[in-house]
């Protein structure tokens, strides 16, 4: 079945160091990486996405991600955290579905979620 | 605003109670998918719609069932509440349901709190 892996699930810095959140998928076919921010009290958002080409992906407020095929690894950075990037941080993977019933049927697999403190 | 609307805010019930979740999509989108997200859990898969047909199945308990109906809103039923019922539920909607890859847009989701 597949799985997405976030392996760190609290990290706490403080401003102007560097970030990395690991992410590892297990799937052996294409897919699609995506890695979302849920700020405190709300919604969801997205982060950045990758489908294809250059494997560094560039998202909003300076975070980036680098897709790395062979070791099946999503992981996201940032040079210099804020205060502001206190939050948690969802990576996702879509997929095709284990059970087909439709062709091109695919879901969206989530990882646990880093919670990121930033120390002002 | 995401453009995803979902009701209540919170909801407090107690054990053995039924509740009704609602959802209405993004303008355009004609998915929807249902999310559950508790501490230990993560974000779990529960359900997703796609014009008012049900497209996939993830974890989800036979106490819980959703539909969508002809404008695109979706309901999520959780029935006989538990404790470990208790959790942030969201919504989330796509412009498609097959070959989506562009990501969801959630909604702000219902917490709910079963005692």
């Known amino acids: 079945a597949q799985s997405v892996s976030q392996h760190n699930h609290h990290v706490i810095l403080s401003e102007a160091a560097s970030l990395e959140l690991g992410c590892n998928y297990s799937?052996?076919?294409?897919?699609?990486l995506f890695w979302y921010v849920q700020y405190p009290g709300q919604h969801l958002q997205l982060l950045l996405k990758?489908?294809?080409?250059?494997?560094l992906v560039k998202g909003i407020k300076g975070f980036e991600a680098e897709f790395i095929k062979s070791k099946f690894s999503f992981n996201l950075r940032k040079p210099s955290v804020q205060w502001s990037d206190t939050a948690e941080y969802f990576c996702?993977?879509?997929?095709?579905?284990?059970?087909?019933?439709?062709?091109?049927?695919?879901?969206?697999?989530f990882g646990t979620g880093t919670r990121l403190k930033v120390l002002a | 605003d995401s453009g995803v609307t979902q009701t209540p805010k919170h909801l407090i019930t107690a054990t053995g109670q039924r509740v009704t979740l609602r959802c209405s999509p993004r303008s355009g989108d004609l998915s929807v998918y249902w999310y559950q997200q508790s501490l230990d859990q993560g974000l779990q898969f529960l359900i997703q719609?796609?014009?008012?047909?049900?497209?996939a199945k993830g974890n989800i308990l036979e106490r819980f069932s959703a539909q969508q109906f002809p404008d695109l809103h979706s309901e999520l039923n959780l029935s006989s509440l538990e404790l470990g019922d208790s959790a942030l539920y969201f919504c989330?909607?796509?412009?498609?349901?097959?070959?989506?890859?562009?990501?969801?847009?959630f909604g702000s989701g219902t917490r709910l709190t079963v005692v």
């Open positions: 990758y489908f294809s080409g250059d494997p």
């Open positions: 799937y052996g076919g294409t897919v699609n």
């Open positions: 996702a993977v879509r997929a095709p579905h284990n059970t087909v019933t439709t062709s091109g049927t695919y879901k969206y697999i």
């Open positions: 989330a909607s796509s412009v498609a349901g097959t070959g989506d890859g562009y990501g969801y847009t």
């Open positions: 719609y796609y014009n008012g047909e049900e497209r």
